[in-house]
């Protein structure tokens, strides 16, 4: 602690630890400057084993998101149309007072599944993001499905590896290829660059595998350009090649795999490398380099994103993927392996938290990804009356934009939403009530990018009238009549339960008393853990007989009748929709649509034309960028932005509420678009004008309903 000069008045200046909250694998642990209530500046901790005391630009900033002029700072009550954002300041009691008296009425006419909360990774940290969970469960509320990311991811890895743990990211400093497969390391991992590094160091190559010449693919030593949502493919023609050229691990497979030979007998031979470039567009010839350079590797190591499993077969290209480093052997090589998710949440007893125990039997469950369809069909019995809305914002982030916000403009719903800005969803509210930064609450975290779990306490005072989700919950419950002792806590009473809990949710002992001074600590792993497969058989099952099918196979994507695949990649400045707040990191204008050279020149347009994408969900325009990085056929943008920062819409008036093939996971990337020039030029923020001319439906795309 310190003193520092201000205006001739002297404050004590303290520095404390706390965590990023964001939904990103890197989980940074942070160093906040706090002066005056104020935290003034946010740096990276050094001593955190893996984020090591850097952070994004985003985060280096984060007071400035913390004290952003524009938190809500009281409760508000709607008083324009539904999107207008109008509002009159109302107090804490009478904003709970009125959403009670709301639910109370609904559950009298409709029951309480009538009731729907969502919520997502706006915080991570284990309280604050299952914070409604025990009370929507006792309520009786309809059962939110959270879906939107990368269940199939998870679900695809789960058929093969079962719970086996992931191998940590440092392992891969040991490695001397490494794969970044639909990872944009740069954008979304920055963390694991340092392990690249010392890798690439001591040799390793870097093998990139995406949809387009992202950053990372620029970075890496080699590149290979898949057509979109066609992983599958392409791992079954690796495959193919490794079997074919004897670069399998035969001893590694005959101990540790089952299924190998009905791969090799019934999948391989259809996946020749030439039937694997017909499906993925890479030329058979590099698709065989690929395999040698992977095979013919002492230990391989393969980190994988999220963006490819985001398509009609995303499960199945999991299960694909995971068949590499098992017919390599690469788990039992030092630095070899596999790292798709990581959870280090399975330290902890989220149950303590999260009371599936107050479920009600039988209540309905509601995937996330499918707002639209649940907020607009009629014939939903019981209807979604109300919706509660916190760490999330889907009139922004969630599929199919047209029919969510249609949803959302329901004079007949009753909407709430708890937020820190006045987002498009919360647009929308009938109550909006102000949320915490995760610098004014207590909670704890893990990652899932590496095994460093954390906790933080509130660092400041709450900005204005701010409360954390676990108090609104709290007082939610006291309303509705809730007796249950489980609702005195406090957020920091939980987060001492958890850590306590970790003694019989970790197999060896987790250092506590650091975690309980909130400093950084890395979860130990027992010594050969990536060869500890914990699946029913003991071992990698490529082919499962509890799945469907038993043995994996590409699928390929939905696609639309239209000529462009659209994907819609990250944008560094912001994640997901946060951070749209911060002027510095959005002035430069929003909504790009790379698109090839060829393909501009095709169509007539030129570079930084107007232009509008659409399909038969709807509309969105953006500025065209040419450029070589993106394939013919297919279109890139980057980020989702809020609503006042587009031409009318992000994104995800494009985006489909279609599901994946296991996990029920989202296809936000399995979309096509038909491109033109756009007739006028839309003004950056001119939201009103943009919402009118849309409502003419000018595009012939549908409308976009406000
Ligand atoms: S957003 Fe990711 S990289 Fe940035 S500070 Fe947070 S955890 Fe770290």
Sequence with gaps: MRRAGLGGVFHLMEIRNSVCPYDCPDCCGLRVHVEGGHATRVEGDPSHP????????????????????????????????KGEGMFERISWDAA?????????????????EAILPYSYAGTMGIVQHGAGHAFFARLGASSLDRTICSPAKRAGYKAVMGDTRCAAP?????????????????????????????????????????????????????????????????????????????????????????????????????YTPERAAAETGVPAAEIERFARLYGMARAPFIRTGSGYSRYAGGAAATRLIACLPAAVGAYARRGGGFLSSISGGKAFDRDIVHRPDLAKKGVRHINMCALGNVLTDARLAPRVRSLYVYASNPAC???????????????????????????????????????????????????????????????????????????????????????????????????????????????????????????PVELPLPAGYKMDFLTPSGKIEIENP????????????????????????????????????????????????????????????TDGVEVVCGNTRGAARFTLKCTPRVPAGRVVTEGVWWQALTKGGNVNRLTAQRLTDSGGGSTFYDVCVDVRAARCVWGRGDFAKNVETDKEGEDGYGRNPT
């Excluded at 994004?56 to 009550?77: F, L």
């Excluded at 709970?96 to 309480?112: L, N, P, S, V, Y």
């Design 546 to 605: 509890r799945e469907e099918p038993a043995l994996p196979d590409y699928i390929a994507p939905y696609g639309d009748a239209a000529a462009f695949a659209l994907v819609s990649a990250p944008d560094m400045r912001i994640l997901d929709s946060s951070f749209c707040e911060r002027e510095e990191l959005t002035r430069e204008g929003t909504m790009v649509l790379m698109m090839h050279p060829a393909d501009a020149a095709r169509l007539a347009l």
């Design 50 to 81: 893996f984020t090591r005391g850097t952070l994004c630009p985003k985060m280096a900033h984060y007071e400035r998101t913390v004290h952003n002029d524009r938190r809500i700072q009281h409760p508000m009550r709607r008083t324009g149309k």
């Design 170 to 270: 440092q392992e891969a400093q040991e490695s001397d290829c490494i794969v970044l497969w639909g990872c944009s390391m740069l954008a979304t991992d920055i963390h694991f660059r340092h392990d690249v590094e010392a890798a690439r160091k001591k040799g390793a190559r870097v093998l990139c595998i995406d949809t387009y010449e992202t950053k990372t693919a620029q970075y890496a030593d080699e590149f290979f350009c898949v057509k979109p949502g066609t992983d599958g493919a392409f791992a079954l023609g690796v495959l193919h090649v490794l079997a074919r050229e004897g670069l399998t691990d035969e001893a590694f497979i005959e101990a540790h795999v089952t299924g190998w030979e009905a791969l090799k007998e019934r999948r391989l031979p259809h």
């Design 96 to 112: 709970i007072e009125e959403i009670a008296a709301r639910w109370k009425r609904i559950i009298a006419a409709d029951g309480a």
């Design 397 to 519: 982030t969630a599929p199919d934009q047209n029919r969510v916000l249609a949803g959302l403009s329901r004079g007949d719903l009753f909407t709430v939403v708890h937020e820190r800005f006045l987002t498009d969803t919360a647009r929308y509210a009938d109550i909006v009530l102000p949320a915490t930064s995760s610098l004014e609450h207590d909670d704890l975290y893990y990652s899932y990018g590496h095994y460093t779990v954390e906790r933080a306490r509130a660092v400041i005072p709450p900005v204005g009238e701010s409360r954390s989700n676990w108090a609104v919950f709290c007082a939610l419950a006291h309303a509705m009549g809730i007796k249950d002792a489980f609702f005195d806590q406090t957020a920091d009473a939980l987060v001492e339960a958890l850590i306590a809990s970790a003694d019989r949710a970790w197999e060896l002992p987790v250092d506590k008393a650091r975690l309980a001074a909130c400093e």
